[in-house]
């Protein structure tokens, strides 16, 4: 007999990883698939980083770690908050974990209390709405416009705030949009989170780095709101170091000395090697940084010219991160003459299987009339995707 926790049912596996794993299949079974499904750099992790982690290896750093992570890599962590983000973060503020959705989940477990409203702005993250629900939360949605684009308004937020509302997640750059904040319209949210006192917001900077217009805001630099403020980061995307496992946050200290309790039962510290070499890719600069983000920029605009070219795609140009999320609703109803498209979810399965491209529907993202491309990947991969997407979507009438 089986039996599972509520919690667990709760769950719904990650759409993103979902449509990973059933790429990685149908490759494994001789298939010639495009995937472009994963926000994932395609770049290896530069040279000098590898190098420390090597180095770390040899000096016999594989004893347990403290749980919020190597004093330097605290202290170059607060030294890149003070001098790129304009915030003051003592080391003790600032927790080290395994991805940045390590992070995430640590602090909704030590904030949220079952019944707790968190509000999440949508399109989201496919992981904030499930990490909600496990902490007991009740997920509360504002959802943003491609009109505009897809950014969500301040007096959109005034509206749904109650007394039960205990967290607003932000994330900017966006993953799934690419759409970036500006400093007027941040300010403009933090005014209303300040209005409202037990009212916090966790901001996503994950994508930081990744911006082709404007410049990256933090949060947390509005003073008047800098206590109610969770900042959270990593080096996955920054540095092509998905497979590193660093995240951070940065936090008021009863927060980050909470995720510090609770991290000390869950998974004590992160990997003593990649913690070294995290201390590296925050010390140095190799240019590598730059050249990925002038690859996405690229990259990006070949994608959204040539998804122009697609009859019945409707997109906003991102300003950030790697991916474009084009509305597809002019394709559902539609049909090839044997299967009819309901869902942003089923166009996704029907270009995989007609055009071998893998993409992620929008319903996990909490935008059911669009799809996820990400073009963290090479140029002639994207053109020939689109080259496919184009050819097979034509069949639908």
């Given at each position: 007999m089986e039996y599972l926790s509520d919690r667990i049912k709760l769950l719904s596996a990650s759409a993103t990883l979902a449509m990973a794993q059933k790429s990685r299949e149908l490759k494994a079974?001789?298939?010639?698939?495009?995937?472009?499904?994963?926000?994932?750099?395609?770049?290896?992790?530069?040279?000098?980083i590898k190098e420390a982690g090597k180095k770390a290896i040899d000096d016999n750093f594989s004893k347990y770690p403290p749980v919020s992570g190597y004093n330097d890599l605290r202290e170059a962590i607060s030294k890149k908050f003070r001098e790129e983000n304009g915030l003051n973060y003592t080391p003790d503020q600032i927790v080290v974990s395994?991805?940045?959705?390590?992070?995430?989940?640590?602090?909704?477990?030590?904030?949220?209390?079952?019944?707790?409203?968190?509000?999440?702005?949508?399109?989201?993250?496919?992981?904030?709405?499930?990490?909600?629900?496990?902490?007991?939360?009740?997920?509360?949605?504002?959802?943003?416009?491609?009109?505009?684009d897809f950014k969500v308004l301040p007096e959109q937020l005034e509206v749904v705030i109650t007394k039960k509302t205990r967290l607003i997640i932000f994330n900017s750059p966006s993953n799934p949009t690419g759409m970036v904040y500006t400093r007027e319209e941040m300010e403009a949210i933090a005014r209303v989170v300040s209005r409202?006192?037990?009212?916090?917001?966790?901001?996503?900077e994950i994508y930081e780095h990744i911006i082709f217009k404007g410049e990256h805001v933090s949060m947390a630099s509005f003073d008047f709101i800098y206590d109610r403020v969770i900042t959270v980061n990593g080096l996955s995307?920054?540095?092509?170091?998905?497979?590193w496992r660093i995240g951070y946050i940065g936090a008021p200290l009863w927060i980050a000395k909470a995720v510090d309790k609770l991290q000390g039962q869950f998974t004590s510290g992160v990997c003593t090697i990649a913690q070294k070499a995290a201390v590296a890719a925050l010390r140095q600069d190799d240019g590598s940084r730059k050249m990925m983000r002038d690859a996405f920029l690229r990259r990006r605009d070949l994608v959204c010219k040539l998804l122009k070219e697609i009859k019945g795609f409707k997109i906003r140009v991102p300003q950030?991160?790697?991916?474009?999320?084009?509305?597809?609703?002019?394709?559902?109803?539609?049909?090839?003459?044997?299967?009819k498209i309901n869902t942003s979810d089923e166009l996704a399965l029907y270009l995989l299987e007609k055009a071998q491209v893998a993409v992620v529907g929008g319903d996990s993202f909490g935008a059911p009339k669009c799809i996820r491309i990400s073009y963290a990947t090479s140029d002639d991969l994207l053109v020939e995707a689109m080259k496919r997407m184009k050819k097979a979507l034509e069949l639908l009438r």
């Amino acid at each position: 007999m089986e039996y599972l926790s509520d919690r667990i049912k709760l769950l719904s596996a990650s759409a993103t990883l979902a449509m990973a794993q059933k790429s990685r299949e149908l490759k494994a079974k001789g298939m010639d698939i495009i995937s472009l499904s994963l926000g994932e750099p395609d770049f290896n992790t530069p040279d000098y980083i590898k190098e420390a982690g090597k180095k770390a290896i040899d000096d016999n750093f594989s004893k347990y770690p403290p749980v919020s992570g190597y004093n330097d890599l605290r202290e170059a962590i607060s030294k890149k908050f003070r001098e790129e983000n304009g915030l003051n973060y003592t080391p003790d503020q600032i927790v080290v974990s395994v991805g940045g959705k390590h992070s995430l989940i640590n602090v909704m477990l030590c904030m949220i209390n079952p019944g707790d409203e968190v509000i999440i702005l949508a399109p989201y993250w496919v992981s904030y709405y499930d990490q909600v629900l496990l902490a007991g939360g009740k997920p509360v949605i504002v959802e943003a416009t491609l009109e505009n684009d897809f950014k969500v308004l301040p007096e959109q937020l005034e509206v749904v705030i109650t007394k039960k509302t205990r967290l607003i997640i932000f994330n900017s750059p966006s993953n799934p949009t690419g759409m970036v904040y500006t400093r007027e319209e941040m300010e403009a949210i933090a005014r209303v989170v300040s209005r409202h006192e037990g009212l916090y917001i966790m901001t996503d900077e994950i994508y930081e780095h990744i911006i082709f217009k404007g410049e990256h805001v933090s949060m947390a630099s509005f003073d008047f709101i800098y206590d109610r403020v969770i900042t959270v980061n990593g080096l996955s995307k920054s540095y092509a170091m998905t497979g590193w496992r660093i995240g951070y946050i940065g936090a008021p200290l009863w927060i980050a000395k909470a995720v510090d309790k609770l991290q000390g039962q869950f998974t004590s510290g992160v990997c003593t090697i990649a913690q070294k070499a995290a201390v590296a890719a925050l010390r140095q600069d190799d240019g590598s940084r730059k050249m990925m983000r002038d690859a996405f920029l690229r990259r990006r605009d070949l994608v959204c010219k040539l998804l122009k070219e697609i009859k019945g795609f409707k997109i906003r140009v991102p300003q950030g991160a790697f991916y474009v999320m084009p509305d597809i609703s002019h394709f559902l109803g539609k049909s090839d003459g044997e299967k009819k498209i309901n869902t942003s979810d089923e166009l996704a399965l029907y270009l995989l299987e007609k055009a071998q491209v893998a993409v992620v529907g929008g319903d996990s993202f909490g935008a059911p009339k669009c799809i996820r491309i990400s073009y963290a990947t090479s140029d002639d991969l994207l053109v020939e995707a689109m080259k496919r997407m184009k050819k097979a979507l034509e069949l639908l009438r």
